[in-house]
């Protein structure tokens, strides 16, 4: 039987990439399936956590970026501030860190093509996907996955349903962190991404603004803002992620949410996990794989998201972080592994 590569990935983002180099590096052949140009794009907080770090340097990736040396949790009158442990992450534009993916896929001796997957086909021995006959199929095609939809793997909108705005502003960074303002709206992620650069992402259950942040509206004020980029609704529950030859890295996996800034780091984490399911040929696996590696993730979140929900819970977050410090010192570390 012939097949085109062992692998078809279907997305060309971060995820799907991460896919193609795990994959490379252990000998499978692999095929991305991606209608955009590089670099991709996206709504996304742009904070590489230390342990999503590593996991990138260790296949060749370094992308340039500003370090950050911990999580602050700020609303009007206080902050919270933890450090992580091992050593810094890094805040990386979607761009810049798109480009280097892709850089370094190709030089792995990855194979593109430019077309939007519709439909997947599969039998016994392989999956058919744009005209493409792999023995794999890896979807990391995004929240709303037509991969996960054309296998019939269900999924639904979680609540609070909530959705994400991002905006780049010409500042220098001012803090060694990455500072989550909250109001009663939302929180606003600030993140050092080039010297004289900051993303700022809020999420919010309506339209967001800026001005829901005091502090933050005025040391933003007069400086240039990019256009905005937006996606959701965030929360994405999906039932599985394997089906017979397919399997589902990243967003297109299930999403809880954005709060705690980890969907990059865990795709890449993904990535490896299914990438050996498919080398033993184990690919239910893989689904005991992902969810070990998004445990404390989706744990940590959902509570945080849910505790957050209710006002009177929301104005007490912050206090509550920089009461407990030892507390706040801990969940932020466990993230950040």
């Known amino acids: 039987m012939t097949f085109d590569a062992d692998l078809l990935v279907v997305g060309g983002g971060p995820g799907g990439l991460a896919t193609a180099l795990h ?41 340039a970026g500003i370090p950050f040396r911990g999580i602050a949790y700020v609303s009007e009158h206080r902050r919270a501030e933890a450090r992580f442990r091992t050593g810094p992450g890094r805040g990386v534009r979607r761009t810049t860190l798109h480009a280097a993916l892709s850089a370094r896929a190709k030089e792995q001796d990855t194979e593109w093509i430019r077309t939007k997957v519709t439909a997947v086909e599969q039998d016994a021995h392989g999956v058919t996907a744009a005209g493409v006959r792999a023995r794999w199929l890896i979807g990391a095609d995004g929240l709303h996955s037509t991969v996960r939809r054309s296998v019939g793997i269900a999924s639904s909108t979680g609540s609070p349903r909530r959705h994400g705005l991002r905006w780049h502003y010409r500042v220098p960074p001012w803090s060694e962190s990455v500072e989550v303002h909250w109001s009663r709206w939302g929180e606003a992620y600030v993140t050092p991404v080039e010297p004289d650069l900051v993303g700022v992402a809020i999420l919010s259950r309506q339209r967001p603004e800026i001005d829901w942040f005091p502090w933050l509206a005025k040391h933003l004020d007069g400086a240039d803002r990019g256009p905005a980029r937006g996606c959701g609704p965030l929360r994405q529950v999906v039932s599985r992620r394997v089906a017979g030859r397919v399997l589902l890295v990243g967003d297109a996996a299930g999403y809880e949410d954005a709060l705690t800034g980890e969907g990059i780091s865990l795709a890449v984490k993904q990535a490896a996990v299914a990438v050996r399911a498919i080398v033993d040929d184990a690919p239910q696996s893989y689904e005991r794989g992902w969810h070990r590696v998004t445990r404390d993730y989706r744990l940590l979140t959902r509570g945080l998201v849910l505790a957050s929900t209710p006002m009177v819970s929301r104005r007490a977050i912050v206090p509550a972080c920089a009461t407990l410090p030892p507390l706040f010192r801990w969940g932020v570390n466990v993230l950040a592994s």
């Open 23 to 63: 994959a490379r590096a252990q000998g499978l052949s692999v095929i991305v399936a991606e209608p955009r140009e590089n670099p991709i794009d996206k709504a996304c907080g742009e904070g590489l956590m230390p342990g999503g770090l590593a996991e990138l340097t260790a296949l060749g990736v370094d992308p």
